[in-house]
């Protein structure tokens, strides 16, 4: 059988029902596409091969446990698997900046998406994806409630202190900080459930 002229989805099913040989083609046709991506967002060859190895890995181990959902493009979800093993990499190395907001309970929410939009030493290849990722939020948006839309707009699109924010909708600053969290949480879902791969 020619594996090469197989689609991605028929070359997954194949490996599945155990053909080792259609996951070495998916990994030849997507790799280069992969790493290069990582390389561009940990800016370490070395850094880049060790997550470009768990990608692999745990693809193969959710393959494996018949968990992965066809509905979704196989390129876009190995992308996303990488995507959040480099989040988990800026994490750990404490270089991913965190959104400073706090949940009721004092612990820390999920990263802020927006912060990553916004990471030094971008080059100008770096700064065309993150326009377009920005391009890309900004769309979530209109799937928010009002009230929490517009503090995003300010915050992040308008450059808006809190403050500002509070003055000009006439909440105070708690009340402010509290619809960007829950705004947050709810663009978090919305790319969740719509597979987005962010910073790509």
Same mark, same amino acid.
């Given at each position: 059988?020619?594996?090469?002229?197989?689609?991605?989805?028929?070359?997954?099913?194949?490996?599945?029902? @155990?053909?080792?040989?259609?996951?070495?083609?998916?990994?030849?046709?997507?790799?280069? %596409?992969?790493?290069?991506?990582?390389?561009?967002?940990?800016?370490?060859?070395?850094?880049?091969?060790?997550?470009?190895?768990?990608?692999?890995?745990?693809?193969?181990?959710?393959? %494996?446990?018949?968990?992965? /959902? =066809?509905? @979704? !493009?196989?390129?876009?979800?190995?992308?996303?698997?990488?995507?959040?093993?480099?989040?988990?990499?800026?994490?750990?190395?404490?270089?991913?900046?965190?959104? /400073?907001?706090?949940?009721?309970?004092?612990?820390?929410?999920?990263?802020?998406?927006?912060?990553?939009? %916004?990471?030094?030493?971008?080059?100008?290849?770096?700064?065309?994806?993150?326009?377009?990722?920005?391009?890309?939020? !900004? !769309?979530?948006?209109?799937?928010?409630? =009002?009230?929490?839309?517009?503090?995003?707009?300010?915050?992040?699109?308008?450059?808006?202190?809190? %403050?500002?924010?509070?003055?000009?909708?006439?909440?105070?600053?708690?009340?402010?900080? @509290?619809?960007?969290?829950?705004?947050?949480? /709810?663009?978090?879902?919305?790319?969740? =459930?719509?597979?987005?791969?962010?910073?790509?």
């Amino acid at each position: 059988m020619q594996f090469i002229s197989l689609t991605d989805k028929e070359l997954v099913r194949h490996y599945v029902k @155990g053909n080792e040989n259609s996951f070495e083609v998916l990994l030849n046709r997507h790799k280069d %596409k992969v790493f290069n991506y990582i390389k561009m967002m940990v800016k370490d060859v070395d850094v880049a091969n060790d997550i470009f190895q768990d990608t692999f890995i745990k693809v193969i181990q959710t393959l %494996k446990k018949g968990k992965y /959902n =066809e509905e @979704g !493009k196989f390129l876009p979800w190995v992308m996303r698997i990488a995507h959040n093993l480099i989040i988990d990499h800026f994490r750990k190395a404490k270089k991913m900046p965190k959104a /400073n907001i706090y949940a009721s309970n004092g612990e820390d929410e999920d990263f802020d998406i927006f912060s990553i939009l %916004k990471m030094d030493d971008q080059s100008i290849e770096d700064k065309i994806v993150m326009d377009q990722v920005f391009s890309d939020v !900004k !769309k979530l948006l209109d799937y928010l409630p =009002e009230e929490q839309r517009e503090v995003v707009v300010m915050r992040h699109y308008q450059d808006m202190s809190f %403050k500002d924010i509070s003055e000009k909708t006439g909440v105070s600053i708690n009340t402010a900080l @509290g619809r960007m969290r829950y705004a947050l949480i /709810n663009l978090r879902r919305l790319i969740e =459930e719509n597979q987005m791969i962010m910073t790509y």
